[in-house]
């Protein structure tokens, strides 16, 4: 199943794993509504992912992010390339804190890249700038 194919079907689950479809869960952060907390924003960045949407990932990572890059291009194709070399199997949510302008989510994305199991646990961190969360830094746990 591509992204492509996905994003078709509104009706299909949330690849976040909330047990809503697309369209009540994640799809309408990607068509631009703005999430209300930093889970809501991770999960929809997890779902960016797995539906190769690059622009929404680019669009909520902060400036101060280490990956964080001016050259567009070169890093929402990285971003892309991501996608298309990984199957997303199953997102946890395994910590989720958060203060006025700050949060942490712990999450496991369960993810397969060439047949060989690349699941990783990472703590987010997250930050609210102009009233949106953004994507700060994470750390692998
Ligand atoms: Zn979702």
Redesign the pocket.
Known sequence: MTGTQFIMDLENL???C?G?T?AQ??GRFHEGATPENALQLM??RY?AYALNIPDYIVKTTHPKNPQYSKNLLSWKQHSSQFSQNSLFHRLEILDFMEKEKEATVTFTAYISQNNRDATFTEKSHFEKMDGCWLYRDGQKV
């Open positions: 949330c690849p976040c909330s809503n697309y869960c994640c999960r929809s779902s």
